[in-house]
């Protein structure tokens, strides 16, 4: 049986204090429970308590020895571009090369205000990370853009070198799908159904293969309540509705609930169409038990 790794999105702050759980053991647990990978989304200023990305990471990192330690997803061009890689080079560091680099341009344009960065810059920007991350891991003296515009040439150089991690572009648009292709080792749409990973596919390997690269994995990030029933589902539902701005009738199969044995079936629809790694935030339910249930499915899938 052709493998699916599952990993699953760090409790933030509410949820740790509602559990009483640390971001150590959060990242412990689910190591144990056997899932394959441990996540952390990168935000600014969203209005609530919310953990800086590559801090929480490091956390995981220095409590686990196994699973990939993920970004859901990073925003490198919201930083600059020297700054942002020294966070994934010390994430690499510290991680034993574990690191997985979910990368996206988004966030809303609130955010990038906060971090005084022009919101319609975030596309140029996010390119450019991309394609000089891979010298500035390496240890590369590179002239930065940004080094450019302030009026000197200096390069800069950064160590200790390591190696690239694989770098997943998020978000299922056409720009990240041109995205992905061109440079990434990814594609990393959430919340769309597996026809939308499908369609998806044939596209990325299309345009994959007119740069001469092999086409992308695919790894999709979605919402899960395991052992919610109808109403579970319907709530999860209407707050991705709400907070994305998506038909409520368009995004009402996406949340993942019910059984083990239906999770399970529901993310062999998105193995068949192509996936090969599902990232699931906890959307209900103690988030201990959710994550063991999570590690049920996975096995289940797996036979």
Sequence with gaps: MESFEIGVILPGVAVQRRDGLTLAEAARHA????????????????????LDAPIALA?????????????????PAIRPLAWAAKQVATLQYVSGERLVLGVGSGGGPAQWAAAGVPYGERGRRTDTALELLPRLLAGEPVR???????????????????PMPPVWVGN???????????????WFPSLISPQEVSR????????ADGHGRPAPVIAIGGAA?????????????????GAYGRPLEEVAGIPLTGPPEE??????????????HAVLGVSGGDWRAQVDLLAEARDLLRR
């Design 59 to 75: 956390t995981a990192a220095a409590a686990t020895t196994r699973v990939r330690i993920g970004t859901s997803v990073f925003i």
């Design 172 to 186: 299922a648009s056409a720009a990240a799908i041109r995205r992905a292709a061109r440079l990434g080792d990814g």
């Design 225 to 241: 309540h395991v052992g919610g029933g109808p109403a579970a589902q319907a709530e999860i539902a209407s707050g991705i509705s």
């Design 31 to 50: 190591e144990r429970a056997g899932l394959d990978g441990v996540w952390h989304g990168d935000h600014l200023a969203i209005g609530g308590p919310v």
């Design 263 to 276: 999770v399970a079936e529901r993310l062999a629809e998105y193995r068949a169409a192509g996936a090969g």
């Design 144 to 162: 930065l853009p940004e080094a450019v515009a302030a009026d000197t040439d200096q390069p800069v150089q950064l160590a200790p070198a390591v």
């Design 200 to 207: 998806g596919r044939v596209r990325l390997a299309e345009l």
